[in-house]
């Protein structure tokens, strides 16, 4: 066998284990991509919003308005809880809505805004644990 025959099988049979040894490493550690989905924040906060000034009365005494302070600070607080708990379910990072330019199915970035809403109607207070 000539020197350049014996090189060149060399080469083929390195190359040959090479991709063996790629598709071995691929799967059996495939490539993570990334997952997503989204949220319309924007609706959820205007929903509290809508309940907060429904219950605002002129003359409101301080006590009653600084209760309602409160709990516009606690549903910040459940909020973030609540996209924490949905983002651990779905295992996936969540996107604002209106972050969002264009999205080609509705397949493709799944909207998990009724769960986040789900949650946070889970975790409101009762008022006997106030």
Not at 5 to 21: D, E, F, N, P
Not at 40 to 58: C, N
């Amino acid at each position: 066998m000539s020197i350049l025959k014996a090189q060149l099988l060399t080469a083929i049979v390195t190359l040959a284990l090479g991709a063996c040894l790629a598709v071995a490493w691929l799967h059996f550690r495939p490539l993570e991509i990334p997952r997503f989905a989204r949220v319309d924040i924007g609706t959820i906060v205007a929903h509290q919003q809508q309940s907060l000034a429904q219950r605002v009365k002129p003359g409101m005494a301080p006590a009653e308005q600084g209760r309602l302070f409160e709990e516009a600070k606690a549903f910040g607080v459940r909020l973030d809880a609540a996209l924490e708990q949905a983002s651990r379910e779905c295992q996936c990072a969540l996107i604002n809505s209106a972050a969002l330019l264009k999205v080609s199915s509705a397949k493709t970035l799944p909207d998990l805004s009724a769960r986040v809403a789900d949650i946070l109607k889970q975790s409101v207070p009762t008022p006997s644990a106030q």
